[in-house]
C-alpha cells in the first residue's frame, strides 16, 4: 500500500551558464562553417550566437545582482541602469564609451531591433557615377551587426564583464554552476 511523503526539493538553477554555452556553439559553428567553405546557414547561425549572447550577458548581470544585492535587486530595470547599479556598488570604473561597455551596448540594441521585429522601410534616391550595390542599401539596420568579427567581438567581452563583475563580487567558480 502506497503512503504520503512529504518532498521538500530546494535548488538555484542559473541559466546564463546554459545561455554563454549555446552562444559559443554557434559562434564555433559559424567558425567551421565559414572555414571549410560550407557556409550555408551561418548568416543565421551567426544572427543566434548574438541573440544568446545577448541574452547571456544579462542574465549574468542578473546573477551578479541577486548576489550581490539579493532581495534588492531591481530584477525590472533596464540592462544599463544595472551595470550601473553593479558598477557603484562594487566600486568598478566602467564606461559605455570603451569595451566592454561599447560592444555590450551595440548587441543589445541589435537584440532590442531583433526583438520588436519592426519592418524597415527603405526609400531613397541617389545619384552615383558607378554602378551601384543595390543589395547593401536594401540591408535592414540590424543585418550590419551580423558579422563573424562582432560575433567574435561580443563573445570577448561578454567574458571580459563577467570575469570583472565575478572577481569585484569575490563570486567563486563553484558558486555560478548548478
Given at each position: ?129 558607378v554602378e551601384p550595390a543595390v543589395w547593401d ?42
Open positions: 500500500m502506497a503512503g504520503k511523503f512529504e518532498v521538500r526539493t530546494q535548488a538555484e538553477k542559473f541559466i546564463h551558464n546554459d545561455l554563454s554555452n549555446c552562444a559559443y556553439s554557434f559562434e564555433k559553428s559559424v567558425g567551421q562553417k565559414i572555414s571549410s567553405g560550407e557556409t550555408e546557414g551561418v548568416y543565421h547561425d551567426m544572427m543566434a550566437a548574438l541573440v544568446f549572447t545577448a541574452f547571456s550577458i544579462e542574465a549574468m548581470v542578473n546573477f551578479v545582482g541577486w548576489k550581490v544585492l539579493e532581495n534588492g535587486w531591481p530584477e525590472r530595470a533596464n540592462l544599463r541602469e544595472k551595470v550601473d547599479l553593479l558598477s557603484k556598488v562594487l566600486d568598478l570604473e566602467l564606461d559605455w564609451g570603451t569595451r566592454p561597455l561599447q560592444t555590450i551596448n551595440q548587441l543589445k540594441r541589435f537584440r532590442d531591433t531583433i526583438a520588436r521585429g519592426k519592418p524597415e522601410v527603405v526609400d531613397e534616391t541617389t545619384i552615383v557615377e542599401a536594401l540591408k535592414g539596420q540590424w543585418e550590419e551587426s551580423v558579422t563573424p568579427d562582432f560575433v567574435k567581438r561580443c563573445l570577448e567581452d561578454e567574458g571580459k564583464l563577467w570575469k570583472m563583475l565575478l572577481k569585484a563580487a569575490e563570486i567563486q567558480d563553484h558558486e555560478n554552476s548548478y
